[in-house]
């Protein structure tokens, strides 16, 4: 599948969009990771912990043998200095300030024993997807930027960190270059080198793979899968999807002080159209004419294999299934007259011809959008699609200078993060500075957000997670259309294995963890591509290279103002 953003940063403390949070996640390491067997938290850099009683206070214990890649030992001190560092400074909490909200205190009872004291209990202490960072690199860094943290791009390479792999080069919409370390805990990866390289065309990236020149391909399209299944010394992995794919709609943007900025349309605010505009769509028609049948029709915000926090409205909540019927008379009876060119207007007399913003790289996008604009003007609702850059359509997202717009988010095994970034602290700050996709602020939702943050017991949680789905589907904000299936494709005369997650029908890339390109072996040194180095898009002889083809665009992306697809 197509990626046309370019990088903005390699700040970890700001990284934020699913292809960034992949790339960070090889290079530095968290406390705790997941099981590719038994998708459960495992050790990492905590090799094990224990909670008080009370749920208040947890200790997590070391490892002793982490060095970080510039040879400095990882200590206590450097987690303690993180999670401060994010718990006391806004422009270090772009992208993890959720795990740290409920902490008091973080100190070091010794070189390998971290204590966290909590306000109230917190959920997500086993599932903290922060990048522990080395103090004596970042630091002076942080002191030398002041307020312009945020904007710092993290961009002096070789990066110092404790994964398994280094980020040592970037050329702008060129290449990207991670090599191994050797001396990593867990043990040096199979491939020297990961190398990515950027395309301009999605096909381009697969006619590649097909000649060689690259090793992987990820988020392809069916028509693209169909073409590489027969394709000799290539596999086609498919699994279950991780992230959904939507469009939300502007309900009138508003900072957390309450100033309105941006240009939607005013008659959005009312939740009766909003309501009707998803009445008017029907999921399972975007599955089949947007994705060719590879996807699953979407309800709640967590996809199905997520088991128990997944929520799909089934019975009495189905309030906004598909019914254009239905939509139509509720719009007649909230006052919306259809004009004679079949287009209503509302009850202040602001005619509904409402902009959609879509992703023009995205062909799943690009022919739900069509499908949308079709449906909606069956309900009397015209609409100016969008098909836009990546970048233009962040701009309106960010400015509020839209009235639909497309969006995706991956969705991480504790789906706390993409809950948080819908409360009320998640508006902006000022216009621009937005952590989520949607100007969503709702009493009820911020009060079961705290509340299943603070459930330890792992049902009680998911059924006050499905509440909190029941409130984002009613209020039509943000409107969940698929959970595209997860497509991609490698060869098999460059890599003789790699670890799926979870090992049965799981995925390659966008793991929680790092153990496919970690566990990577090469195929054999006379089986793979010849070439001249890198540079050629070849890989070269056994333990060398892997070159990650990222059709369409860039590899790596961050998220200040660049993109608002595939997010984590």
Known sequence: MAIAQQVDSFNPFTAQLAVTTNILRHVYDRLVTVDPDRNEPAPSLAESWD?????????????????????????????????????????????SGNYVSGFEDVTAQDDHTVVIELDEPQATMTALNVPIVPRHVWEPILEEEGEAFS????????????GPFVLTEHSRGEHIRLEANPDHWRGAPGFDELYFRYYSEKDAAVEALRGGEVSFVYELTDAQVTSLEAAE????????????????????????DGEEFGDGHPALQDLTLRQAIVMAIDNEEIVQQGSNGQAVAAGGYVPPRYGDFHWSPQGEEAILDFDPEAANTMLDEAGYELG?????????????????????????????????????????????????????????????????????????????YVFSIHTCGALPTEPGTMQGDAYFCDEEYDELYEAQLAEYDRQARAEIIHRLQEVLYREAVVNVLTYPNIMEAYRTDHIESIRLEPTEGGNIWGQDGYWAWWSAQPADASAASSGDGPSTGAVIGAGAVVLVALAGGAFLFFRNRSTVEDRE
């Open 51 to 95: 909670s008080s009683e009370d749920g208040l206070t947890w200790t997590f214990n070391l490892r002793d043998d982490v060095h970080f890649t510039d040879g400095e030992p990882l200590t206590a001190d450097d987690v303690v200095w993180t999670f401060t560092t994010i718990m006391e400074n806004d422009a270090a909490a772009i992208a």
């Open 233 to 256: 010394d290539i596999a086609v992995n498919i699994a279950d999807g991780k992230r959904f794919q939507a469009f939300t709609i502007n309900p009138g943007a508003l900072t957390q």
């Open 340 to 416: 004679d060119d079949g287009v209503r207007v509302s009850p202040d007399g602001d005619r509904l011809e409402l902009r959609m913003h879509v992703h023009s790289d995205r062909p799943d996008n690009v022919q739900a959008g069509l499908v949308i604009a079709e449906r909606l003007a069956d309900i009397g609702v015209e609409i100016d699609n969008r098909t836009v850059d990546p970048g233009i359509l962040s701009d309106a997202l960010y400015d509020a200078e839209y009235d639909l717009i497309f969006t995706g988010w991956t969705v991480n095994p504790d789906p706390d």
């Open 151 to 162: 904007d710092y791009a993290g961009d002096d390479f070789p990066t110092v960190g404790s």
